[in-house]
């Protein structure tokens, strides 16, 4: 949205890209916060935060890193309007766009609840997107097993790179 700003302001309107201008401060890109709400609410077994490769390759980091699988349910992935539009425009996958800003929390199921509520206290929005299970990475959307989005590159970095001579 920053380096796109003419292209997407018919897009997104005036409001809407300041938005998505904005994410970068507001939420933020810092998780150093919410990683210590996570950990005085609960005993926490590992930590990622995505940054390049985006969520797609946070998730194949955090299951290479623990030698556990992941099963994921897209449908749990809060993604921002401004994102999906932008997203949409482009034709880039979200799963594949910087994630800096967001935590992946590896918890016991049972403390899982406590976590989201202590980061929910603190006006963190958060969500229980899967669970510790199998081998590899597994996607779901619409209760259907989905094959995992072969990405490349960081989804921002090939589409500011296009634009470049």
Known sequence: ?????????????????????NLLHDPGISIVREALIAVRAASIHAMHDPTEGGLIWGLKELSLATGKGVEVNL???PIYHETELICDYFGIDPLGLIASG???????????ARIRRSLKR????????G??????????????????PEIKCDEVAR???SSTP
């Open 131 to 148: 669970v510790i299970r199998g081998k590899q990475v597994t996607l779901r959307r619409d209760g259907k097993r989905m094959s995992i």
């Open 75 to 77: 449908d749990d992935i």
């Open 102 to 112: 967001s935590l992946l929390i590896v918890a016991a199921a049972q403390d899982s």
């Open 1 to 21: 949205a920053r380096e796109k700003s003419k292209e997407l302001r018919r897009l997104l309107g005036v409001q809407g890209l300041q938005k998505a201008r």
């Open 159 to 161: 589409v500011l790179g």
């Open 122 to 129: 603190a006006s963190i929005e958060c969500s229980e997107i």
